[in-house]
């Protein structure tokens, strides 16, 4: 392995992605510490509170069963607004596209991110269109950014994870990073696995109406529940413990990653999010979530089990304890 | 020509540009006409007013003289808000980056990128780096998307210009597209040709000194001085005029377009700003240009001669006039 080369790890949303994040591009750009990453940045001003983030998307193929590379583009971006507890406004879209690429598919997937826009109820409102030569991109990458108003005095970060915290998921892991693989590697499933592609704003608006029972919010994108949950116990110096048989895991996406030997607590998400939430409010969260179309197989996975650390553990469906680390290469490059 | 297909001229910023912007892009997802297009988005949220801008940067190559990738993603940006009267605040920045690509190359380009922040006053807040395997992507590819503020009453869009306004350039056009194409052609000139690329907010901070006689900004990029020109004489239905011997050159630049066969009018500029003045405080903002050291060179190029038609003429070096139109197809792909 060449320490001075790129590597498709680097990429995925895992340790080697951590550290060069770490290592290279944060100490670089911005003097924002570790402790301070989320998913967007939280920025004052003239006595207003907006979120602030960015995400490209180069999914492989980009359309996949439950969405297309312009869903993909918008519901992310959205989630990732949403996370910081903020209400997403307005989208940017930035195209770059490979000569040659099909006007149809364009206009497709442009539909879509209108259609997930709205339904997100937010605006698209600038953009940029490149156009590279065949062969130097790979059909179409689109990178969203986004604008979101903060309008409550809540803090909703990583590092607001406590001891006795629940740990919630809104539904069954796994899903998107198994429908984009089955449909890449044209895998022929008898049941057809649909990515959760979906904007998580409405269900984090009724989450929040919990108020300061709510520490954490986080989607689980590249790297998956594993790699989410390890990063929040570092930010948050804490020791959590997932417990293996609460996990939602839809059946043909267990069979999938047991013959292809992935482990979903490292499979992508597009439309689970994860939240933190005092243990008193626990079951109220839980109610609410599973009121809303896209919490209905909400569960409790796991808690705050001590301070200190930065420990993922997870007890075994036959009784034993394990520590999870990071994603550590690449398990799926292009999973979004 | 297949219709059905995306040409590199779709990139080019000229005619074909337009019309995939006005026939897909735009009317599928937003509802802003063609009038309203403008560098950046302006917002209002809670009483703040916002301008919010993305652009995505594929240069080849990725270090040329007077620049490079990272430097031109953030100060064109900045540009692209300082255009709308805003001051730059924020920007975010996303990588694609080819696996395999050089971890000190990578290093070099993020330092620059922290230079250009810092010296254009805006901070770098959040980000994005995904990889995609070697042969999907040309080696780096980045967006930079950013969030300004307005802070004063005064309206500066492509829609502004009046009959009677002069147009002052802030010194000699065509240095970047002739800068990259010498160097991505290996050309061997006797003078090296730099980019201009610079971050131009404080100069407008000076030109916005004279108030509400300025009607339009904008900066001549990809389409160069012509497209730009002509997009605003569309927006504002007016017929601009230029004066071909009042285009400031340098014989370097002149040259090279003379051997290729290139109209300096449609070469790329990435430090450049066309400023509509009104009449009587010209004189007086093309002072105030000249005092800056990106103003230097700042002259008067032409003027708004007639109300309708979005006509723009050039008035020859020999005394005869024609019509300019948009950059038709491709002049120079992957200038920026």
Redesign the interface.
């Known amino acids: 392995m060449n320490?001075?080369?790129?590597?498709?790890?680097?990429?995925?949303g895992g340790k080697l992605?951590h550290q060069?994040?770490d290592d290279?591009?944060i100490p670089?750009?911005?003097s924002?510490p570790q402790a301070g990453q989320n998913d967007?940045?939280v920025?004052d001003?003239?006595?207003?509170r907006?979120a602030?983030?960015?995400?490209?998307?180069?999914v492989?193929p980009i359309f996949f069963p439950g969405g297309n590379i312009g869903s993909l583009a918008v519901n992310g971006t959205v989630n990732d607004l949403a996370m910081m507890g903020a209400r997403p406004?307005?989208l940017?879209?930035?195209?770059?596209?490979?000569?040659?690429?099909?006007?149809?598919e364009?206009?497709k997937i442009?539909?879509t991110?209108?259609q997930a826009?709205d339904s997100a109820g937010v605006?698209?409102?600038?953009?940029?269109?490149?156009?590279?030569?065949r062969?130097?991109?790979?059909r179409i990458?689109i990178?969203t950014?986004g604008?979101g108003?903060i309008e409550h005095g809540l803090t909703i970060t990583g590092a607001g994870a406590k001891v006795g915290d629940k740990v919630i998921v809104n539904g069954t892991i796994g899903d998107h990073g198994i429908a984009v693989l089955a449909k890449r590697e044209g895998l022929e499933l008898e049941t057809d696995i649909q990515s959760d592609c979906a904007a998580l704003n409405g269900l984090v608006a009724e989450i929040l109406a919990e108020g300061e029972a709510i520490h954490v919010l986080r989607d689980p994108t590249r790297g998956g529940v594993a790699t989410t949950l390890k990063e929040i116990a570092l930010q948050s110096a804490v020791t959590i413990t997932l417990t293996e048989t609460a996990l939602p895991l839809q059946g043909a996406v267990k069979g999938v990653c047991a013959i292809l030997g992935l482990d979903p607590l490292y499979v992508a998400n597009e439309g689970k999010l994860l939240a933190f939430v005092a243990p008193e409010a626990a079951e109220r969260t839980l109610q609410r979530m599973r009121r809303h179309p896209l919490g209905k197989e909400a569960a409790i996975i796991g808690e705050v089990t001590a301070a200190g650390a930065g420990r993922l553990q997870l007890e075994t469906a036959v009784g034993g304890v394990r520590a999870v680390e990071m994603l550590a290469g690449e398990q799926l490059?292009?999973i979004c």
Chains 1, 2 share one sequence.
């Open positions: 320490k001075d080369l790129i590597l498709l790890g680097h990429g995925s992605s060069l994040l290279l591009i670089t750009l911005s924002i967007a940045a920025l001003h003239g006595g207003v907006l602030f983030t960015t995400d490209s998307y180069v492989e406004l307005f940017s879209a930035g195209l770059i596209i490979e000569e040659g690429f099909s006007r149809i364009l206009g442009l539909a991110m209108r826009a605006r698209i409102v600038t953009g940029d269109t490149k156009v590279v030569p062969g130097k991109a790979d990458f990178n950014s604008v108003a490059p292009r």
